[in-house]
Structure formats: C-alpha cells, structure tokens
C-alpha cells in the first residue's frame, strides 16, 4: 500500500522483499544510489540494521517498524553523525496524531481522581502485542497525568486498528475511540513523510512535525 500511495503521487518506487533482504543485504550503497528516501515498514529484529546500511549509505529514512524504540539513542547519533535526516513513527496516520493530541488534554483527567485504561483491537496476525501506537498513548497519558495506566489488547479477526482511551470517574466517564477503517492512511502518511524528510537532515518523530506534512 506504500508503494501503490507513492505511485500514485508520481513517485519511482523499488519495494525489497524480506528474502532478498537479509541483514540489510539489499542495502547497499550502489543499490540505494538513486534513492532519495528508504521507507521501512519490517520487524524489530530487522529495523535496527536497515537503518544502520541507510546511514552508512547517506540515504534517508523513514521507519514506520516498532518495538525497536531501545535502540533509538544509538541510531539517533549515528544520524546525527552522518549528517542524513531520519523520521520515525508509532502511526503515520493524520487522523491517529490528532488522537494523540485529543488524548494529551484528556490525560491531565488523572490529576483530578480519574483512573484510565487503554484498549487496542487489531487483526489476529498482528506480531507486537501491545501495538506501538498503545505504547505511544500510554507515555502520553503518563506525561499529562502522572501515571501510568494499563493497556489491554485483543488480536480477532481481521480488524485494522482500534485505540480506546478511557477515564473513569465516581461521577462520569470520558471515552476516546479512534477506529481505523483501512491502512491506507498509514500508506499516504509514510509517503507524505517521506517527500517532507528529503529536503532535510536531522533526527524527527512523525507525531511532532506531522502538520509540516
């Protein structure tokens, strides 16, 4: 769906599969020499060293992959470092990062006697349990509130992605849902991303330049 949303802004693509891809195998420097940005969308295990080959060969990333988020210092300075510009992401989706925005006023509820929860409902052959975007809005909730507040998942069927950010009261409940109806918005995000990071260096989160996009 990367592809098929950069094809459809006028962009060349070369999508690389995982078996020719093997330790960032197929990322090389004279692979990527007519690549302005590398779009990763992998596993943990896999991020780390693609984006170690895209740094060594002076190319631009943008990691839409969670889970590897403990390595972020170290790949931050490696960027900084090699002057390149990389931008990573819990969700690329515009409607997701005015959630999370919604979700950071609401989190000071917790400074006024309110318990909180988190919810995520994706489809049963998601890997990551809970979804980085949980993840994401547990540390928001945690830096307006104060606390941290648990996160259950639920992994049926074939649903896209669902947060709910609940808030509890003795006398009322606030209720924050964002529901996704396909991945497409994910897709076009990382595209957008990807055409703002290629006039720029520097280490960025989507959720913090998205309305640069």
Not at 28 to 48: C, G, K, M, S
Not at 130 to 148: C, H, N, W, Y
Not at 181 to 199: D, I, P
Request: glycine residues 8%; negative net charge; contains cysteine.
């Amino acid at each position: 769906m990367v592809a098929e949303a950069a094809f459809a802004r006028r962009h060349h693509v070369r999508v690389i599969s995982s078996d020719e891809n093997a330790g960032a195998a197929a990322l090389t420097p004279e692979a990527l020499a007519t690549a302005d940005v590398v779009i990763d969308f992998t596993t943990p295990a896999a991020v780390v060293a693609n984006a170690e080959a895209c740094i060594r060969a002076k190319k631009h990333l943008v990691v839409g992959t969670t889970g590897w988020y403990e390595h972020l210092p170290r790949v931050r300075e490696m960027v900084l470092a090699a002057q390149t510009g990389f931008l990573y992401g819990s969700n690329f989706s515009i409607g997701v990062n005015l959630f999370f925005e919604v979700v950071a006023t609401a989190g000071a509820a917790l400074k006024y006697d309110y318990s909180g929860q988190i919810f995520e409902r994706h489809h049963a052959s998601k890997k990551d349990a809970p979804s980085g975007t949980a993840i994401t809005l547990q540390k928001i909730v945690r830096d307006a509130g104060g606390a941290e507040v648990e996160i259950t998942s639920f992994r049926e069927g074939d649903a896209v992605g669902m947060h709910e950010v609940v808030f509890n009261s003795a006398g009322d409940r606030i209720y924050l849902c964002h529901d996704a109806k396909s991945r497409q918005g994910y897709a076009e995000g990382a595209v957008r991303a990807a055409e703002w990071l290629a006039a720029k260096t520097g280490f960025f989160e989507f959720r913090n330049v998205w309305r640069e996009l």
